[in-house]
Structures are given as C-alpha cells and as structure tokens.
C-alpha cells in the first residue's frame, strides 16, 4: 500500500499542482513548525487567511483549520499573509509572503504582471508558462527566508464555533440557522428571502 505524504495529500485535495498550492503548503509548514504544533482535529487551532487563493486549499490539509469545523477565518485583503494561532498556548504567528523573484528569477514579478494584463511577447508567455511549471518545486525546495516574513503576533482568539437549531423559511420552506434568519412581517425568513423586493 502507497503512503502518501502531505505534498501528496494537498494536490490531491486541491486537484493539481501550481505555485499558489506549494505557497501555502510551505506557510502552513512554517506556522506549525513555529507553533511547535501538529494538524488540528478539532478547533485546537485557528487560522486567518488574508486571500483566497490556492494557498487556502495547502492550509486546510496542513492545519486542520477548515470552514466546517469554524476555524479558519477570511479577510479579504488580497495578501498572502496566514495567522495561525494555538488555542492551548495562545501563541500565534504571521506568515506573509515575501517577492518571488530570488526564487523564481529575477524579474519575475514584472513578467507575472505582464502576463496576467495580457502585455507580453509570445516568447515572454512562453517563459512564464515554463516558470509556472517549474514553480511549484522551486518553492517546495526554497528557503524559508526567502519565501516569507515570519512574526510572533497576539491573537484575540474567536469564540468556538456553535452548533444553531434550525428554522423554516415562512417563504421558500427552507431550513435556515436560527441565528442567521430575519423577521419579516412577522415571520422567519432565509436571509435571500428577506432581500426579495416586495410589491408595493
């Protein structure tokens, strides 16, 4: 029987290898190797992801952090910047990501904009399509140093995730979580139906 190791796991979760993927895989090797912890069954840790790329995939598998279990939080800030904290300890760290071009190539990032904005030569495609190829292993190889900015930070710990009773929606006959239904005219409804204009 094949043992698969932890790289193995996320692409499978994931669904295929790319440069995000190993990003966030080494950020959640780095943040429990800091922590001094191992992946989380339950909510014994707690993770803030800052983006909501691949690297978010690499940190469920890693951490144990997921949306089901209520420990891993999204701010929409557009960074590669993870906080994962130990509920035990209270000890938390900052990964954030640093300028890929000592890893991937000088010059990197300019080719990366070129390419996304749709400015760039057919050879300079070219030479980003094989960098995105090779990236993966270059950055599951780098050093730690090179790939990110690593901080002890306090962290105001969320409350445990809570387990709500259900509702019926009065409107579309629905089951909605208690807490999340709205009153309208009297009665519960599902938050889209509570946002539906009425007649006048």
Same mark, same amino acid.
């Given at each position: ?12 979760? #994931?669904? #295929? ?15 429990? /190797? ?25 940190? /469920? ?75 993966? /292993? ?13 901080? /002890? ?48």
């Amino acid at each position: 029987m094949c043992v698969q190791n932890d790289w193995d796991k996320t692409v499978e979760f #994931h669904g #295929h290898s790319c440069l995000g993927l190993a990003l966030g895989y080494r950020a959640g090797k780095s943040a429990l /190797q800091h922590l001094g912890s191992k992946r989380s069954p339950d909510e014994e840790l707690v993770a803030i992801v800052e983006t909501d790329n691949c690297a978010v995939d690499a940190l /469920q598998v890693l951490t144990g952090c997921t949306m089901g279990k209520g420990n891993i939080f999204f701010r929409d800030y557009g960074k590669n910047a993870f906080t994962i904290g130990r509920r035990d300890t209270g000890e938390a760290v900052r990964v954030v990501g640093r300028d890929l071009d000592d890893v991937l190539g000088e010059g990197y990032q300019q080719l990366r904009g070129r390419a996304m904005g749709c400015t760039a030569s057919e050879s300079e495609m070219q030479r980003f399509q094989e960098i995105q190829v090779e990236a993966p /292993q270059r950055i599951l190889d780098a050093d730690e140093d090179l790939l990110f900015k690593i901080e /002890q930070v306090q962290l105001d710990f969320p409350a445990r995730a809570r387990i709500f009773s259900s509702v019926v929606c009065s409107s579309c006959g629905e089951h909605v979580m208690e807490p999340r239904a709205r009153l309208s005219n009297g009665k519960l409804v599902c938050i889209p139906c509570s946002e539906v204009p009425r007649p006048c």
